[in-house]
T-cell receptor, first 116, second 111 residues
C-alpha cells in the first residue's frame, strides 16, 4: 500500500477538452510529483512540489498545470487536450526534503488518459 | 544529454535460475541508483537503493551492484520464481528531487 491515490483510473476524452487528474497522499510526506509514462514505457518527470512549492517544472507544455491546494494533494490540470497527451500519468510522493537525502519514490496506481 | 539504457528486449529465464538485468548510463554522475519493479497496470514499486560509494547491496534474493567507473549497475534475482515476472526499472538520482528512469527490462520467469 503506497498510500497514494489517484482518480480517475481511466480517462477517455476528446481532443480539445480540459480535464483534471486528482492525487492524494495520506502520510504527510513533503514532496509530490507527476510523471508521464508513454507507450514506450519511459517514465518522465513533469512536475515536483515540495511543501506546496513548485520545485521542478520540466519542459512540459503550459497546457499542463499542477495545482497543490494543500500538502496532501497535487492535482494535474490539462487544457486543450491533444492526441499526443495520451499516456499513463503517475502521481508519486517522497519523504526526504530538499537535498536532505534519498528521494525514494512511492507511486500511485496511475491514470490512463486516452485522447480521441 | 543524460541517457540511461536498459536492455529493451525481454529477458526469458527458467524458474530457479538467476536473472541478471543491466543498467548503463552516460553523461551523468548519480549520487545513488535505485531499482523499481513495475507490474502491468500498476505504478512502479521501490526495491533497492545503492549509493555511489557502495559496490554491492543485497535484500533477500535481490542483489545490486554499482560500478561508477563503468557507469553500470547490475540487478540480480537469484532462485527466480514466476512471480518475479515484471518490468524492472533503473533510476538515477543526483540530488534534489529529480529522478531519471530507464525504460525498463521485462523479465519472464517460466515455471
Amino acid at each position: 500500500d503506497t498510500a497514494v491515490s489517484q482518480t480517475p483510473k481511466y480517462l477517455v476524452t476528446q481532443m480539445g477538452n480540459d480535464k483534471s487528474i486528482k492525487c492524494e497522499q495520506n502520510l504527510g510526506h513533503d514532496t509530490m510529483y507527476w510523471y508521464k509514462q508513454d507507450s514506450k514505457k519511459f517514465l518522465k518527470i513533469m512536475f515536483s512540489y515540495n511543501n506546496k512549492e513548485l520545485i521542478i517544472n520540466e519542459t512540459v507544455p503550459n497546457r499542463f498545470s499542477p495545482k497543490s491546494p494543500d500538502k496532501a494533494h497535487l492535482n494535474l490540470h490539462i487544457n486543450s487536450l491533444e492526441l499526443g497527451d495520451s499516456a499513463v500519468y503517475f502521481c508519486a510522493r517522497s519523504h526526504e526534503g530538499r537535498g536532505a537525502g534519498v528521494d525514494t519514490q512511492y507511486f500511485g496506481p496511475g491514470t490512463r488518459l486516452t485522447v480521441l | 544529454s543524460q541517457k540511461i539504457e536498459q536492455n529493451s528486449e525481454a529477458l526469458n529465464i527458467q524458474e530457479g535460475k538467476t536473472a541478471t538485468l543491466t543498467c548503463n548510463y552516460t553523461n551523468y554522475s548519480p549520487a545513488y541508483l535505485q531499482w523499481y519493479r513495475q507490474d502491468p497496470g500498476r505504478g512502479p514499486v521501490f526495491l533497492l537503493l545503492i549509493r555511489e560509494n557502495e559496490k554491492e547491496k543485497r535484500k533477500e534474493r535481490l542483489k545490486v551492484t554499482f560500478d561508477t567507473t563503468l557507469k553500470q549497475s547490475l540487478f540480480h534475482i537469484t532462485a527466480s520464481q514466476p512471480a518475479d515476472s515484471a518490468t524492472y526499472l533503473c533510476a538515477l538520482v543526483r540530488g534534489g528531487f529529480k529522478t531519471i528512469f530507464g525504460a525498463g527490462t521485462r523479465l519472464f520467469v517460466k515455471a
